[in-house]
T-cell receptor, first 113, second 114 residues
Framework: TQLLEQSPQFLSIQEGENLTVYCNSS?????LQWYRQEPGEGPVLLVT?????EVKKLKRLTFQFGDARKDSSLHITAAQPGDTGLYLC?????????????FGTGTRLTIIP | NAGVTQTPKFQVLKTGQSMTLQCAQD?????MYWYRQDPGMGLRLIYY???????DKGEVPNGYNVSRLNKREFSLRLESAAPSQTSVYFC?????????????FGSGTQLSVL
């Protein structure tokens, strides 16, 4: 089983601040996804990164895949209350099409107005 | 846009009781999944179905059975519920793109086993 550890587990910051959350593993992944989950709902896919070193931007969210494809980060600029939620990373093993997603433990983010 | 629909939303069972969680998707996806979500443990795969007529075990299949009734519906059954099965259960379906598999989740079933 490939383990994905996310840090921090909990993060509470003021509106307007910047933040970074991390997703780390000792295993190599062929791709990595980030999901956001709001209370009472299922996770919703935000982005998929595939290439080592890849950076993707989604408005104020910046996602980076590590060069060695073992880790990823999510940076939020000028956080808004609407960013509040559980952020989950999920990776697919190096055999890509034959492997299922492994989910991380999540970072619960609270943005204080 | 219904997407993935799960029922019921909440359920309380006594130890030993049985129940079936229902899931349906209207996106014509081949693959469907059942996950459980527990605090501090992320989402863990229980069973999945790559296509109509096939099912496979995931990471934590013990105590569960599944049925892929048709392409739209994938149900999860607890034959004899145990307190360790208290969790939030999510059904998902998926589609493949150039970037890999994209999962679409239902809104979950919160199950408590007393």
């Amino acid at each position: 089983t490939q383990l994905l550890e996310q840090s921090p587990q909990f993060l509470s910051i003021q509106e307007g601040e910047n933040l970074t959350v991390y997703c780390n593993s000792s295993s190599v992944f062929s791709s990595l996804q980030w999901y956001r989950q709001e209370p009472g709902e299922g996770p919703v896919l935000l982005v998929t990164v595939v290439t080592g070193g890849e950076v993707k931007k989604l408005k104020r969210l910046t996602f980076q895949f590590g060069d060695a494809r073992k880790d990823s980060s999510l940076h939020i600029t000028a956080a808004q209350p609407g960013d509040t939620g559980l952020y989950l990373c999920a990776g697919v093993g190096p055999n890509f099409g034959n492997e299922k997603l492994t989910f991380g433990t999540g970072t619960r983010l609270t943005i204080i107005p | 846009n219904a997407g993935v629909t799960q029922t019921p939303k909440f359920q309380v069972l006594k130890t030993g009781q049985s129940m079936t969680l229902q899931c349906a998707q209207d996106m014509n996806h081949n693959s469907m999944y059942w996950y459980r979500q527990d605090p501090g443990m992320g989402l863990r795969l229980i069973y999945y179905s790559a296509s109509e007529g096939t099912t496979d075990k995931g990471e934590v299949p013990n105590g569960y059975n599944v049925s892929r009734l048709n392409k739209r519906e994938f149900s999860l059954r607890l034959e004899s519920a145990a307190p360790s099965q208290t969790s939030v259960y999510f059904c998902a379906s998926s589609e493949f793109s150039g970037e890999g598999e994209k999962l679409f989740f239902g809104s979950g079933t919160q199950l408590s086993v007393l």
